[in-house]
């Protein structure tokens, strides 16, 4: 059934930019670190994207949109890391200062209009033979390139975080900074790797956005992926394989309004688009004390303050 | 344990293993070490010791890179050092046991002891390293055991070996008996003399003066952040230590003062029958307790850490409820906790609100700010409080100007009882008198008042009767130290 | 230290803060190739430049802005991480909507008032998810509130587009409410609503009661150190935060209530511009202070203000003062850490400690060492 492979390949294609939002904000949640931010990040990243696209072509823009990523995730490490602000309040300003700075440059850049500057997409890359496979095909083996990237992502994540020792020293941080720094790590030094790496991702998650997806720019285009990408982390239980399952949950939920449409069903989508917030809320609750989130999350590490 | 005499032990005479030459470390204007020196040489057992509050855990905290000196100088096997974070000291060769241990408990023993490695990530082989020195040193452990399932004792060790799997050369061990059982504690001391004879050098922060002459080769004293004595174990005594310790002005602490009996013949205020209560984690601490405290008298708990003291008194302060038996308490209980930072004081907040705190649970509509004013005023005239005014934050005030303070709030209703912990800890000399005197004048005025004081001698000090904690239960063996001490330990005279 | 001293103190570092983030808008403004006079000159009269400007841009968009403001301060005040305003907010006006289409317009201003309490009640109740999940299963209020303002979102498109549609079923939007159910308008030809007078006597209350009242106090001291006040005050701290987090909630759901009666007359999707975000930087400009709230929500509604009339006269995107606001909450955290650094050099100035003030951000915050 032709619907159901596009249903699915449409899953697929809304899960990508969120799994790799949330696969970095899993490595900053995990050293104890939330960047409510995240939603700026990607937005700079769909800007960045665009504009680079029509420099260096859209495999090099995903690059240069991870990069303005990690810029904007560099201004959250300095204020909530490194002054030791309120982790929140910081991510609140990060994503304010995000939607505003594209919203002004896009205007600057490319008119007041704001007339719709459209970038070519990348292309599907289809694995031979397996992309023909009936109804998963196309979803599993026929996707751009950031697919692939968040894919392979999920992998090499856990394995970082499991079996290195900057990845043991994530976790510790995010658990007992005091505990981590007696065993001879900087604490603010490991948080800040993980958010720099979170801002990468959330920078690439908003060049995918517009450079797999969209082809263009609009102001406020992430639209609250950068919250989701923080429920899915939470949903996901803090663990990059629960947050690839998480995201293709968000992705299938958010792919339902396209199959309604093309079955002509004329059932209210936003019930679908709330539904998973609603269960990971309801996981969040039910996991109680079992999946718990780092113990220091959201800490204001003050590391050298003594007795 | 017979220590083997002096002849047998390596003492080169080359450099020593550690050099701390006189540091300096301010805190504001408090002054936690003013030139302090410490020595250690290879293969010694080296007791640093000191009054609570006289810089010794400062001074290791700089050994290890935790801190850093205001002035002086680090010297590591003759050369001069520069320890900024915890990683320089390990690679010098220094590792440290805190007090509070530094473990991350939702993790195992194996992933706490790579953690901060360098070398190749492969938790298979350290679990082997692992088993290999628990074997040598008999301090074993279970590599895929999980830190919160472990027993404090088992978490020591892993602290050890976290140490000796970084090739720690000098150990220093802050107050290590302190959470042990008897056992437990002559076991470690036991390996500490074995590491140092195998030419290792152990820093051993310690407070049981017998303990530490058994044990130690060297001993130095700190009072007042300098270093005030520096010998062979066996050049001193109990008594000269105390006194090093303690400063020549003894008055100042009357730790020897004999104390008149103070028959109480009061009022019962404070009555547990089979009480049974538990921690924070539902583990039962006290199972069956029952006891009475009378109208003026202090009434001294002793106990080791951990054996539910901590637990018997917040059922006594009625901030705990029993989970068996009854409790009969007066309507108000006075209860100055340990922590008074966390557990008794809201630092950003003023003088006047902290007084006001006191039976917030039970106030309705306005706040009467102006008569709490006057209070605060008054408690801060009675209780020779130093602060600026009563609108200053607590944060501003010296720690026994807090403690007096706390004191003071919990006193100024004249409750029918009172329950302290640890009253004096971190307090100096002056500011201890004058917890104790206020102590005093609380019984004097019919208040029966409970004590606890992780200090055995403090407990002693102030107590007209002493009630032993152990084994869940609680018992009166008079006021003999060496019986209250073997009580404590659960064992028979 | 004289009072006057403190005072000057307290609004050192706010003005500090709103000057930095404007000479940060202007160096923005110079770097994209705009004319900073002209465009200043667009913000001041857009936000200032005449009566009718203040009272209907203006005053208009700070009220929303105090309501969610003074829900943020409360709930930080009691050490509760409440970023839901926007959702409870959000809440308020659906519910408010709801009772104003169905009630009969000849109740009036006794409509009015049911359809704010509808809001208060809705706007509470929506935060009091959040509460009972943070209370029964320990889910931390960040995360949850986050979720519930994204549910709430997904709601009103629902609600616009089903139940509370209008009439002729084509608009993603509710039906006018009746003019009678309206709030009255204060001065003739302005859009300034009695709304902007609840929400200033919800200022000076909600400042009376954290400061004068037995509750207020128990709020204000759990918020500060919880432990303490359980142990030393006795006080049910659990019970506390959650009445916080629900009052929190309703002040937001009362925001959202005045702005569906008082302005929008109806509910539609994109009702709030991010008042609940914004109102983060509300509450931390007037560090938690409720009646210093009044002077900083007026302070963001001249910039939202601002805005619009820069991109409308100076051609200057709106996104800019996003900017600035953004900077202002970013400079505020960072004198924050300068101001604890400076504390010796300050006491040379005045001569004494700094002053007792609250910290711009909840201690809730684990301390490791």
């Known amino acids: ?307 | 344990m017979v220590i083997p005499s002096g002849t047998n032990r390596t003492v080169t005479t080359a450099a020593p293993r550690l050099a701390l030459t006189a540091i300096s470390r301010h805190f504001g204007q408090v002054t936690a070490l003013d030139g302090a020196t410490l020595t250690a040489a290879r293969g010694e057992v080296h007791a640093l010791l000191g009054e609570n509050g006289a810089g010794k855990s400062t001074l290791m905290k700089i050994a290890f890179g935790l801190d850093q000196p205001d002035a002086g100088t680090i010297d590591v096997d003759g050369r001069r050092s520069v320890i900024r974070t915890p990683r320089d000291a390990m690679a010098l060769g220094i590792g440290m046991v805190q007090q509070h241990f530094a473990l991350v408990d939702p993790m195992t023993v194996v992933e706490n002891v790579a953690l901060g490695g360098i070398d190749r990530f492969d938790l298979a082989a350290t679990a082997a390293r692992i088993r290999r020195l628990g074997a040598e040193s008999g301090l074993a452990l279970d590599p895929d055991a999980r830190v919160s399932s472990l027993s404090v004792g088992a978490q020591q060790r892993l602290e050890i070996i976290k140490a000796l799997a970084r090739n720690a050369q000098v150990l220093i061990l802050d107050e290590p008996t302190a959470v042990l059982s008897p056992t437990e504690a002559k076991d470690l001391l036991d390996w500490t003399r074995r590491f140092a004879d195998a030419g290792g050098t152990v820093i051993l922060i310690a407070h049981k003066l017998r303990e530490i002459l058994r044990i130690a080769d060297r001993v130095t004293v700190l009072r007042r952040g300098k270093t005030v004595l520096t010998a062979a174990a066996s050049d001193v005594t109990e008594l000269l230590l105390a006194e090093a310790m303690l400063g020549a002005t003894r008055t100042a602490a009357p730790v020897s003062q004999a104390k008149a009996p103070h028959a109480s013949d009061g009022q019962p205020v404070l009555a547990l029958v089979n009480v049974a209560a538990m921690d924070d984690f539902g583990v039962a601490r006290i199972t069956n307790a029952t006891l009475t405290v009378h109208g003026g008298e202090i009434v001294g708990i002793a106990a080791i850490e951990g054996a539910g003291q901590r637990e018997l008194l917040r059922v006594l302060a009625g901030r705990l409820a029993p989970s068996q038996g009854t409790a009969t308490l007066p309507d108000a209980v006075g209860f100055v906790p340990e922590d008074r930072h966390r557990d008794a004081l809201v630092l950003d907040a003023t003088l006047t609100e902290n007084l006001a705190l006191r039976g917030a649970a039970r106030r309705r509509g306005l706040m009467p700010w102006k008569t709490l004013d006057d209070s605060t005023q008054a408690l801060l005239r009675d209780r020779d409080v130093r602060a600026a005014n009563e609108h200053v934050a607590v944060r501003t005030l010296s720690g026994g100007n807090q403690q007096k303070f706390v004191l003071g709030r919990e006193l100024a209703a004249t409750p029918a009882a009172l329950v302290i912990e640890n009253p004096t800890r971190g307090l100096d000399i002056r500011a201890t008198a004058d917890v104790h005197a206020a102590l005093r004048a609380a019984r004097d005025a019919g208040t029966a008042v409970v004590v606890y004081s992780s200090d055995l001698d403090e407990v002693l000090l102030l107590a007209d009767r002493v009630l032993v904690v152990a084994a869940g239960g609680v018992r009166d063996v008079g006021t003999d130290r060496d019986t209250v001490g073997l009580a404590m330990l659960d064992a028979s005279p | 230290m004289p009072a006057s001293m403190r005072v000057t103190r307290l609004l050192l570092e706010p003005v500090l803060a709103i000057m930095l983030s404007l000479v940060a808008l202007a160096v923005l403004l110079a770097v994209s190739g705009y004319s900073v006079p002209a465009a200043l000159s667009a913000l001041w009269h857009g936000a200032f430049g005449s009566w009718a400007v203040l009272a209907s841009g203006t005053l208009v968009r700070a009220t929303p802005l105090l309501f969610a403001g003074l829900a943020v301060a409360v709930a930080f005040r009691a050490g509760i991480l409440n970023i839901g305003a926007e959702g409870q907010l959000l809440a308020g006006a659906a519910a408010a909507t709801a009772v104003a289409v169905t009630v009969s317009p000849q109740l009036g201003l006794a409509g009015a008032g049911l359809a704010l309490v509808a809001g208060v009640a809705a706007g509470g109740l929506w935060a009091g998810i959040a509460a009972f999940l943070r209370q029964q299963f320990g889910v931390l209020e960040v995360i949850s509130t986050i979720m519930l303002n994204v549910i709430m979102l997904h709601l009103t498109g629902l609600l616009v587009r089903g139940p509370l549609q209008e009439p002729t079923a084509t608009f993603p939007q509710s039906a006018l409410i009746d003019q009678a159910l309206r709030l009255p308008r204060l001065v003739p030809g302005t859009r300034l609503h009695a709304g902007v007078v609840l929400a200033v006597c919800s200022a000076l209350l909600v400042w009376w009661f954290l400061r004068s009242t037995a509750r207020g106090f128990r709020l204000r001291m759990t918020g500060a150190n919880p432990r303490a006040a359980a142990s030393a005050g006795g006080i049910h701290v659990a019970r506390v935060a959650t009445s916080a987090f629900i009052a929190s909630g309703a002040i937001a759901g009362l925001g959202g209530a005045v702005e569906v009666t008082g302005v929008t007359f109806a509910l539609y999707e994109n009702l709030s511009p991010g008042y609940g975000y914004t109102a983060i930087a509300v509450a931390l400009l007037a560090r938690l202070n409720p009646m210093a709230a009044i002077g900083s929500a007026v302070v963001f509604g001249a910039l939202e203000a601002g805005a619009a009339a820069m991109q409308r006269d100076a051609q200057v995107p709106a996104g800019m003062v996003g900017v600035a606001e953004a900077c202002v909450i970013l400079v505020l955290l960072a004198s924050e850490w300068i101001g604890a650094r400076a504390g010796r050099i300050s006491t040379l100035f005045w001569g004494g400690p700094p002053p007792t003030q609250h910290s711009v951000t909840p201690s809730a915050a684990v301390d490791p060492a």
């Not at chain 1, 894919?151 to 510790?172: D, E, K, M, Y």
Request: charged letters at 10%.
């Open chain 1, 1 to 307: 059934m032709n619907t159901l492979a596009d249903f699915l390949d449409a899953s697929v294609r809304s899960a990508t930019p969120l799994l790799l939002a949330a696969i970095g904000e899993t490595v900053s949640e995990r050293s104890g670190v939330i960047n409510v931010g995240l939603e700026g990040t990607i937005i700079v990243g769909c800007l960045a994207g665009l504009a680079a696209a029509t420099v260096v072509g859209p495999t090099g823009a995903l690059v240069v949109a991870g990069m303005a990523g990690l810029a904007l995730a560099l201004v959250f490490a300095v204020v909530a890391i490194w002054i030791g602000a309120d982790q929140i309040i910081t991510g609140t300003a990060i994503t304010m200062l995000g939607l505003g700075l594209t919203g002004t440059l896009y205007r600057v850049l490319y008119g007041d209009s704001g007339s719709a500057l459209s970038t070519p997409t990348l292309a599907p890359l289809g694995i031979p033979l397996l992309q023909d496979l009936p109804l998963i095909g196309h979803a599993l083996f026929r996707q751009p390139l950031p697919a692939y990237l968040a894919t392979a992502l999920v992998p090499a994540v856990w394995w970082w975080l499991n079996r290195t020792h900057s990845g043991l020293a994530i976790r510790a941080t995010g658990e007992n900074p005091a505990a981590a720094r007696s065993s001879g790590i900087s604490p603010r030094r490991v948080q800040t790797i993980a958010v720099l790496f979170g801002g990468l991702c959330g920078g690439l998650a908003g060049g995918t956005l517009v450079l797999a997806q969209v082809g263009t720019f609009a102001e406020g285009m992430s639209a609250g992926r950068g919250f989701i990408a923080i429920a899915i982390v939470a949903l996901g239980r803090w663990s990059p394989v629960g947050a690839a399952m998480a995201a293709l949950f968000f992705g299938m939920a958010s792919a339902l309004q396209f199959l309604f449409q093309a079955l002509d069903l004329n059932l209210p989508y936003q019930i679908f688009l709330a539904l998973p917030y609603l269960l990971t809320l309801l996981a969040l609750a039910l996991a109680k004390g079992r999946y718990r989130a780092p113990a220091a999350l959201g800490a204001r590490v003050r590391v050298v303050e003594l007795a």
